[in-house]
């Protein structure tokens, strides 16, 4: 996986891809668009994301060498023709232009582009501030708000299952509380 750190300081990410069985080995924004930026991969393609069209996913991809590229960099010749320069393990040089959709920003991109990422730093905000008002470790069963390291499906699955029992059991409570349950009802937690 990849991520997108904030340059205020942030350590959590405010893009972060999903897994991947390959390498992000460059990348690099696009010099027009705010919205645009390009992933160069290990197995010689190219990652395009347009976060003005969706953010939890690639564009497109489009295979571009049977190596791994080690570097792109734009180039913008003029105000109708951006360049990518990509090198690759092989030392190849291949010279695309960007297509119109790609170089072109939308109205209001910058201004919606700077809001999406304010939502997202202030996403990550409260959060951190959420996870420092938590009780300590030793007070009460406490995970981490976002998660710094991807984990396995079965991490995953039980980490869903300790919250929803969490959840169960604060459900009785208030129930008991409210008169409409016992307090030695049972709780039927999910294993």
């Known amino acids: 996986s990849s991520g997108i750190n904030a340059e205020y300081g942030g350590?959590?990410?405010?893009?972060?891809?999903?897994?991947?069985?390959?390498?992000?080995?460059?990348?690099?924004?696009?010099?027009?668009?705010?919205?645009?930026?390009?992933i160069g991969r290990d197995d010689g393609n190219i990652d395009v994301w347009d976060l003005m069209d969706r953010s939890h996913e690639p564009s497109m991809s489009q295979n571009i060498s049977?190596?791994?590229?080690?570097?792109l960099v734009?180039?913008?010749?003029?105000?109708?023709?951006?360049?990518?320069g990509v090198g690759d393990d092989f030392g190849t040089l291949h010279?695309?232009?960007?297509?119109?959709?790609?170089?072109?920003?939308?109205?209001?991109?910058?201004?919606?582009?700077?809001?999406?990422?304010?939502?997202?730093?202030?996403?990550?905000d409260y959060y951190k501030d959420r996870e420092a008002n938590r009780p300590s470790k030793g007070a009460g069963p406490?995970?981490?708000?976002?998660?710094?390291?991807?984990?396995?499906?079965?991490?995953?699955?039980e980490r869903l299952k300790k919250s929803f029992?969490?959840?169960?059991?604060m459900e009785k409570d208030f129930l008991v509380k409210l008169g409409l349950r016992r307090d030695d009802d049972p709780v039927a937690l999910v294993h």
């Open 165 to 169: 029992n969490s959840y169960l059991t």
């Open 11 to 38: 350590e959590s990410e405010l893009l972060q891809t999903s897994r991947s069985p390959v390498k992000f080995t460059a990348a690099c924004w696009s010099l027009t668009r705010p919205g645009v930026f390009f």
């Open 66 to 71: 049977s190596s791994a590229i080690t570097s």
């Open 74 to 84: 734009p180039y913008r010749v003029s105000a109708k023709q951006v360049l990518l």
């Open 95 to 124: 010279i695309l232009e960007v297509p119109w959709s790609l170089r072109q920003p939308s109205p209001n991109e910058v201004a919606n582009m700077a809001s999406y990422f304010d939502r997202e730093c202030s996403r990550i």
């Open 142 to 157: 406490s995970e981490p708000a976002i998660p710094m390291a991807l984990e396995t499906d079965e991490e995953e699955e």
